[in-house]
């Protein structure tokens, strides 16, 4: 009798180029490296990927025993920085494939981390639908689920999943009415008449994973431990899962130890005959028919208030809380969906580079943070400068401006947060034409391919 065991990585990281020249500035707090990407590719993503040693001289592909995920943001600079390692991820699910009868270790994400939620039910059909064809073009085979960011969800954004062919998607108990104690999945049915299955991680365990101490211990004993308590498994306990879920950067950037403590894990694990490693989908194979259940709409892993984090002064926070701190995220979300609105009226989903970065501004992390003067906010306003630039007129750049600054129009946000005549001098672009990155815009035609498809 056996439990089977699932450790999900979100791996993403945002798009740190400039828009304009696709060139990573140099940030001097990821020192000694030259960007945050630089730095936790060396950290965790190498070592995770066997291109660099985790202990010693040992070299494993430790991501043949992950459930995972890439954004395409990451994926896109792994391409350029770091291709060995985009292939170690195509490579893992290949051999995961082979494991576990045709079900692989990859599931794909929507193409921009945004929280889909409060993002227009066209836009994220075209999140979907482009993390999809993003997915297959780099693993080869359709995906069968789909990471959400942040694990923010409602019945709509399940129905999107569903219509575009998506099997089972992954969330916390709590976004969850009744989550099943074995942890196998259940069967959400939309109001459109469409299902999904939904798997809820294990809560307590994942917390000890990302904050405690499950892998300061090199040895893996202690997550081993953890995952799987009862090494008799007894009967009654056949078909038991235990599945955490937690960003992939957790295992060697967030916990130096982390990819040490994996891979000592996952051998101690994979020794243990009580024990299954597998992936989701390998579960949901043999659980086709899993009990219905609800979710507990708008909510997400990181945000106690649901989705409020990402529109409002909700008080869900990152380091030591000042208040009033967050009044800054109410103006911005509005000054972002405003903006999108308008330049959606001249793309009307069409135009691929202007569509792509109107979607790409609305990254999740302009809102995740404490301050508005950091680096994620100065990221989207960049990329909004460069939408801005895409779309031919400066008629959008003053209401913006005067959105960003709030309903009382003191300036308290746009002033901190970058000076107007840098915000000019971006929306018009540095003297130099945009860059059109050539390669990804032959991934994925404007949008008619998909009219008419149903869904």
């Not at 909004?384 to 401006?401: C, I, K, Q, W």
């Not at 000076?419 to 059109?436: D, I, K, N, Y």
Request: glycine share 10%.
């Amino acid at each position: 009798m056996t439990r089977s065991v699932v450790i999900h990585g979100h791996f993403y990281q945002p798009p740190r180029d400039d828009p304009w020249t696709g060139v990573v500035d140099e940030e001097p707090a990821a020192t000694p490296d030259h960007d945050w990407n630089a730095r936790i590719l060396r950290e965790c993503y190498a070592p995770l990927a066997g291109i660099a040693p985790v202990d010693g001289n040992t070299r494993e592909n430790l991501l043949v025993g992950l459930s995972f995920n890439v954004g395409a943001t990451l994926f896109e600079w792994f391409d350029r920085a770091s291709p060995e390692t985009a292939v170690a991820f195509v490579e893992a699910d290949r051999r995961s494939v082979k494991l576990f009868g045709g079900h692989g270790n990859a599931i794909a994400m929507p193409y921009d981390h945004v929280i889909l939620p409060l993002t227009p039910y066209r836009d994220q059909v075209t999140e979907v639908r482009w993390g999809i064809k993003d997915f297959a073009g780099r693993f080869g085979r359709a995906p069968e689920g789909m990471w959400l960011p942040e694990t923010a969800v409602n019945e709509e954004t399940l129905d999107v999943l569903a219509a575009a062919g998506i099997r089972f998607t992954i969330l916390a108990p709590h976004q969850v009415e009744n989550p099943p104690e074995d942890g196998l999945p259940i069967t959400v049915r939309t109001s459109r008449g469409r299902s999904i299955a939904v798997f809820a991680y294990d809560g307590p365990a994942t917390h000890d994973l990302a904050f405690g101490e499950l892998l300061n211990d090199p040895t893996g004993v202690t997550l081993a431990s953890r995952l799987a308590p009862d090494s008799s498994a007894p009967a009654a306990t056949d078909g038991i899962v235990t599945a955490i879920a937690t960003d992939g950067e957790t295992f060697g950037h967030h916990h130096k130890l982390g990819a040490r403590a994996l891979a000592s894990g996952l051998r101690l694990l994979g020794a243990n005959k009580a024990v299954r490693m597998e992936n989701f989908a390998a579960i949901l194979a043999r659980n086709p028919r899993a009990r219905e259940g609800r979710i507990n709409n708008d909510t997400s892993w990181s945000c106690s208030h649901g989705i409020e984090r990402w529109r409002s002064n909700c008080g869900d926070h990152v380091g030591p809380q000042v208040p009033g701190e967050q009044q800054w995220r109410v103006p911005l979300r509005d000054a972002f969906d405003w903006l999108s609105a308008q330049l959606y009226g001249i793309t009307q989903g069409e135009d691929g580079p202007l569509e792509r970065a109107r979607l790409r501004m609305l990254l999740s992390d302009g809102w995740f943070f404490d301050t508005v003067t950091g680096t994620e906010v100065r990221l989207m306003l960049r990329l909004a400068a460069y939408a801005m630039a895409l779309s031919g007129t400066d008629a959008f750049r003053a209401e913006f401006l005067k959105r960003l600054e709030g309903p009382d129009h003191s300036g308290a946000l746009a002033g901190p947060l970058v000076p107007p005549s840098r915000v000019e001098v971006a929306v018009r672009g540095p003297g130099a034409e945009p860059l059109v990155h050539s390669e990804q815009e032959k991934k994925f035609p404007p949008l008619p391919w998909e009219r008419g498809s149903g869904g």
